[in-house]
């Protein structure tokens, strides 16, 4: 069963364009919800957060937008940059301050020059 | 300022042996998290640890795993009698647990090969 879905495995965007990545979750349990990135041999980091509260949040280059009527949330790099290119995990946890969370299967994304 | 220590990067181990994971937290955070991660999967939660008391360990197989988070020193993740499906990367994260964020911080992992 699985509560997170990202449904693109994998994503090419030129530089200095928009990567848009979309991320459905299907548990409305959950009201926090977290991106990380992901280079090959290293652990996720965390970059940009929104609590179910909120529609928006934006730090630099990356904004996540939720969608809680339609359980979908997406995140937005602009302008995208070579050293973007990773594997973006969309992940939610539920009500706390300190729970578990739940992963998406991932995207590739390929910032190309 | 160090972040989530977990050693080794690399464990080969034989079937039927036991693999040890060590992950020492983010200074100043005490709780801890175990994930799973198989090839070309997203992660999967184990367990969740505080000091001396397993909190969650709802993802965590009931035979041949266990985790342990003592008072003194790091939390361990321990598999007996390794079978070759419990070949994957095993992340640890950390979090201060205080804050109305959840947000966990991440080892660089245990990458596990079972011959």
């Known amino acids: 069963d699985q509560q997170v879905k990202q449904n693109s495995p994998s994503l090419s965007v030129q530089e200095g364009r928009i990567s848009i990545l979309n991320c459905d979750y299907t548990n409305s349990m959950f009201d926090y919800f977290l991106w990380y990135k992901k280079y090959p041999a290293e652990g996720p980091t965390f970059l940009i957060s929104i609590s179910s509260i909120k529609d928006k949040n934006e730090d630099g280059r990356f904004t996540v937008f939720l969608n809680k009527s339609a359980k979908h949330l997406s995140l937005h790099i602009v302008p995208s940059q070579p050293g973007d290119s990773a594997v973006y995990f969309c992940a939610a946890s539920g009500t706390g301050t300190a729970s578990k969370l739940t992963f998406g299967t ?8 | 300022n160090a972040g989530v220590m977990q050693n080794p990067r690399h464990l080969v181990r034989r079937r039927g042996q036991e693999a040890r994971l060590r992950c020492s937290p983010m200074k100043g955070h ?86």
């Open chain 2, 30 to 115: 005490s709780h801890v998290y175990w994930y799973r991660q198989l090839p070309e999967e997203g992660l999967k939660f184990m367990v969740y640890l505080q000091k001396e008391n397993i909190i969650d360990e709802s993802g965590m197989p009931k035979e041949r795993f266990s985790a342990e988070f003592p008072k003194e020193g790091p939390s361990i993740l321990r598999i007996q009698q390794v079978v070759r499906g419990d070949s994957a990367a095993y992340f640890c994260a950390s979090s201060p647990g205080t804050e109305a964020k959840n947000i966990q911080y991440f080892g660089a992992g245990t990458r596990l090969s079972v011959l």
């Open chain 1, 106 to 113: 991932g995207t590739r994304l390929q910032v190309t020059l």
